[in-house]
């Protein structure tokens, strides 16, 4: 990332305190309206480029290596052109008056931590409320590209629970840390980067479910396996571009799990060990739960999983958000001794 003063008139901002901003703007203005009316929501463009790729190469026709290959191509051509795209809008973006308030509505629009909240504590009041049907229509935003919606549909209260536990942990990890992360280190080109990618591996990841969960005799199997191998590559740049995000997700829940009455930073802790990067699990052990396999989809989930245990994910989800915030203030103010 370039740390130096900007050449534009009106705009000498340290990149970093541009992200700070940010993150204050969409605590204040975010959630779930915003996205969903936003038209210019920087991941839609990627979608529907996604979409028409998958269309045009993604084809039941072709063998396994072929669509391996294919599906290569489109992963790494996304995350080139991604890199690109970031290092071009960067490189405008330092060099004309104001821009950098684009920057900061950007970097608004692309971190999410206000709207899994949002939609977890729309499942907490369903529960409440004891309409089941409404709870698993409330989570389904936060299983996008982990459960399939014939799956969904048939979740129990207890696994609603656990698939909005599994959630929320994976959207403090992907919406929240890796995007800070990425930014932090590489600027727009690796939050454009890291984005892109994951929009891809999601869509592409739904479209598997969509599949196997409608396959029927050997022929669709087939199919299934050669779709798999088509978003195989996506999805493994998706995993390692979230692997350093979501051992830093692990500590940041922790240390925020400190701060919540009825909470189990040290058993956390344990399990975030054991696990290596599986935040559902540490989440599992900040709630005290007697089974690490606090994830979805899971045919078994604990006993004692209750509406209760979402009101307090969200509350170690709220106060991982002001960590993570503060991290963010802490590398500005060492730029700023640094500078002097």
Not at 7 to 34: C, K, M, N, S, V
Not at 58 to 68: F, K, T
Not at 201 to 222: D, N
Request: charged share 15%; proline share 4%; net charge positive.
């Amino acid at each position: 990332m370039n740390f130096s003063s900007t050449p534009g008139t009106y705009g000498a901002a340290d990149p970093l305190f541009l992200l700070l901003a940010a993150l204050a703007l969409e605590a204040y203005l975010g959630g779930p309206w915003i996205m969903e009316r936003w038209y210019l929501q920087p991941r839609r463009p990627i979608s529907k480029l996604v979409v028409e790729l998958d269309r045009r190469l993604n084809r039941a026709d072709r063998g396994g290596l072929d669509l391996l290959l294919r599906g290569a191509v489109l992963a790494l051509g996304l995350a080139l052109a991604a890199y690109i795209a970031g290092s071009m809008l960067e490189w405008f973006l330092i060099r004309y008056p104001f821009a950098w308030l684009f920057e900061v509505l950007l970097l608004a629009l692309i971190v999410g931590q206000r709207a899994p909240c949002v939609q977890a504590g729309a499942v907490s009041s369903a529960l409440a409320g004891g309409s089941l049907i409404a709870a698993q229509e409330a989570l389904r935003p936060l299983t996008i590209g982990r459960v399939a919606s014939d799956r969904l549909s048939q979740l129990d209260a207890r696994g609603v629970v656990a698939a909005t536990l599994d959630g929320l942990a994976r959207a403090f990890s992907l919406q929240v840390i890796a995007p800070v992360f990425w930014f932090a280190l590489l600027g727009l080109p690796g939050v454009f980067l890291q984005q892109t990618i994951r929009t891809a591996a999601a869509y592409l990841s739904v479209r598997q479910l969509q599949l196997g969960s409608a396959a029927q005799g050997r022929r669709q199997e087939l199919q299934v396996a050669g779709k798999s191998d088509f978003a195989l590559t996506a999805q493994r740049l998706d995993r390692a571009l979230a692997f350093l995000p979501l051992l830093l997700a692990d500590a940041v829940l922790i240390a925020a799990a400190v701060f919540i009455p009825g909470c189990h930073p040290g058993s956390a802790l344990q399990r975030a060990w054991a696990s290596r990067g599986n935040v559902a699990a540490t989440m599992g052990g900040i709630l005290g739960l007697s089974s690490s396999d606090v994830q979805a989809p899971s045919e078994h989930y604990p006993v004692q999983l209750e509406r209760s245990h979402i009101e307090r994910a969200v509350a170690v989800f709220a106060v991982g958000c002001l960590i993570n915030a503060g991290l963010v203030a802490a590398l500005v103010w060492l730029r700023a001794v640094y500078k002097t």
